[in-house]
């Protein structure tokens, strides 16, 4: 027979790796005196190239942040992972919790002080539910998920003089003159307050 890649031609040796019959052309030399032919040459070569690259993959730093630095984790690490997801769980529950409080649609009637107070007073606590039983800075900060920002909402909020108490938790006021039921009326978290009563209620209306 003759070579396997060129039939005509005569053979003069054998591929030790695929035993091919190989014609002067074809046969390839290899170090100590070994016979290959090109298509097992070439992947002989491909699989050196191959070896070489994954032993400078293992030999190589791990960067910092692979995958194989942060898995398996350390106890240290595994412990801050779980107060990392623990403190999302509550974050997210505390938002589901606040998105399914009865929503009320509040109408603030400047006119009629009183009903004000108590409607200012029922978004207060919905937001103090919201806000890790923390209350906003100024009334506005109510608008428009407690109260609807409206015009008229907007007006009879600037009527009220809101601050912030750590003691009673905020204090409520009309501003200015008013009717004479509401002239001087302080609402607090707990309980209202009218000049000339110890205690007008001492729960909320």
């Not at 608008?143 to 809101?162: G, K, Q």
């Not at 307050?193 to 205690?199: A, H, I, T």
Request: include cysteine; charge should be positive.
């Amino acid at each position: 027979m003759g070579c396997l890649y060129h039939p005509d031609r005569p053979k003069m040796a054998r591929c030790h790796k695929c035993g091919a019959d190989l014609c002067a052309s074809c046969a390839m030399e290899l170090e100590a005196g070994r016979i290959i032919c090109h298509r097992c040459l070439v992947a002989v070569s491909l699989e050196e190239v191959k070896s070489e690259t994954d032993q400078r993959r293992l030999g190589q730093p791990v960067g910092r942040f692979s995958p194989r630095r942060l898995w398996p984790p350390t106890p240290r690490r595994a412990l801050l992972l779980f107060g990392v997801a623990l403190v999302l769980l509550l974050l997210g529950l505390q938002f589901a919790w606040n998105a399914s409080l009865p929503r009320r649609q509040i109408s603030l009637d400047a006119e009629r002080p009183v009903q004000v107070l108590v409607q200012i007073q029922f978004a207060l606590d919905h937001y103090a539910v919201g806000h890790g039983d923390q209350y906003p800075e100024t009334l506005l900060q109510l608008l428009p998920f407690y109260i609807p920002d409206t015009s008229e909402n907007r007006r009879a909020l600037r009527a009220v003089d809101y601050r912030v108490d750590q003691r009673s938790g905020y204090r409520l006021q009309i501003k200015g003159q008013t009717s004479p039921l509401a002239q001087g009326l302080v609402v607090t978290r707990d309980r209202f307050y009218l000049p000339g009563f110890e205690n007008l209620l001492e729960e909320r209306w």
